[in-house]
């Protein structure tokens, strides 16, 4: 019951009312932080989530650019074995962002999404392959590139072009899915890594068998990147040495020179610039992952395995931007610029000799010199190297 003070009414204030059901609600302490905290955290979660859907966008959006760009290309570059090996890593990264993206998409929007265990064997698959298939097919382009120009004949014997391309792509397909299902055959176990967001093997087992897939993965992983660094140093010193016995010959026109840097610069240096290019950022972006397999097996550290993971992700979004600005119409341009520069303002006139004979096909070491830079299968049909000896015709 309630007692007041006799003669005097009963007063109730809207402030009495209010602090007695604030005191007896249970979150009396904590005033609106429940609110607040629940706020703060949708708003994590939003900024968590836009960064794979940028991520996303960008690869999807960017080697669907690329793909247009080399389909649009000449007939001669389709029919090359290089740009059908670049056309294909086009294609995986494509692939790669549009099957892994989406898995970790819904999962930053359901947490239980990577929690079914066939969704994260299937995570993990995509992860090893992809990776796996985009270092094979960056060496592979390394190797094409050695064999063009330093073994030139062996490259003719063995046919080296578009087919020939597309068959080797298929046998890397074919082998790294066997090689990469092998975890959901029982080899080894896929888990989901402490953050929550990507799937992959399990690196930390003490399994004599899931060791060592672990360890075959990382060994063969570092094979590929250490072959795809000696083939890139292999062709960049073939081609320096090629350019300086070039140079150092003493020639009596300009015009050998030029006809040498119109072959050589337009088709070799754009191949040699987008293979280097594209094996530093392949390189860069997976060698961190590589580095984690071993590391794991001696010591953990969770923070250095999502950088590692969030590293290799960016491959497919920076990979297919090197192919859209080195194109070949701006490669022409910068060696028309460096031509203006470098050649002279007045030529001295061609003589009849000159007309009959050139200079390019007097010159024996310039001919084997652009045979062995894989040059003769630039030019045109059209071009005929005759197989009798030009020096006595010019005599003639």
């Not at 062996?154 to 072009?161: G, I, K, L, N, T």
């Not at 046998?171 to 990469?180: R, V």
């Not at 009849?352 to 024996?364: A, G, R, T, V, Y």
């Not at 005759?386 to 006595?392: G, K, Q, S, V």
């Amino acid at each position: 019951m309630c007692s007041q003070i006799p003669g005097r009414p009963m007063q109730i204030s809207h402030g009495s009312i209010w602090l007695t059901l604030t005191m007896e609600t249970p979150n009396f302490t904590h005033g609106s932080a429940p609110i607040n905290e629940s706020l703060r955290q949708r708003s994590n979660n939003s900024a968590e989530i836009a960064l794979p859907i940028f991520m996303f966008a960008g690869g999807a959006i960017g080697n669907l650019i690329a793909i247009l760009v080399l389909s649009v290309s000449r007939q001669e570059k389709k029919s090359s074995a290089f740009f059908s090996l670049v056309r294909g890593l086009a294609v995986t990264d494509l692939l790669g962002t549009c099957l892994a993206s989406p898995l970790t998409i819904a999962n930053y929007i359901d947490q239980h999404v990577l929690r079914d265990r066939r969704v994260c064997e299937f995570d993990s698959f995509l992860l090893l392959f992809f990776g796996l298939t985009g270092l094979s097919i960056i060496c592979t382009m390394a190797a094409e590139r050695y064999l063009a120009i330093c073994c030139p004949y062996r490259y003719q014997r063995w046919a080296v072009d578009r087919r020939f391309a597309q068959k080797f792509l298929f046998f890397i397909y074919i082998s790294h899915i066997l090689f990469c299902c092998l975890p959901m055959m029982g080899m080894s176990r896929s888990e989901l890594q402490p953050h929550g967001t990507w799937c992959f093997i399990d690196w930390k087992t003490p399994e004599p068998v899931a060791a060592a897939y672990s360890v075959l993965y990382g060994a063969v992983s570092l094979l590929l990147i250490l072959g795809t660094i000696v083939l890139n140093l292999a062709v960049c010193g073939a081609l320096l040495l090629m350019r300086r016995r070039n140079v150092q010959r003493a020639f009596t026109r300009t015009s050998v020179r030029q006809r040498w840097r119109e072959l050589s610069s337009a088709a070799e240096t754009q191949m040699m610039t987008v293979l280097v290019m594209t094996s530093a950022v392949v390189l860069a972006c997976s060698a961190p992952l590589v580095v984690r397999i071993f590391a794991n097996r001696f010591q953990n550290d969770q923070k250095a395995d999502l950088t590692a993971i969030r590293i290799a992700s960016l491959n497919p979004i920076l990979d297919p931007w090197i192919y859209i600005l080195l194109r070949r119409s701006l490669f022409r341009r910068l060696l028309s610029l460096s031509r203006r520069c470098d050649s002279p303002s007045i030529s001295p006139p061609l003589t009849q000799s000159d007309l009959l004979c050139p200079e390019i096909m007097k010159d024996h070491v310039l001919t084997q010199l652009m045979c062995n830079a894989n040059i003769i299968t630039h030019l045109s049909a059209s071009a005929r190297f005759p197989p009798y000896n030009t020096e006595i015709l010019c005599e003639t």
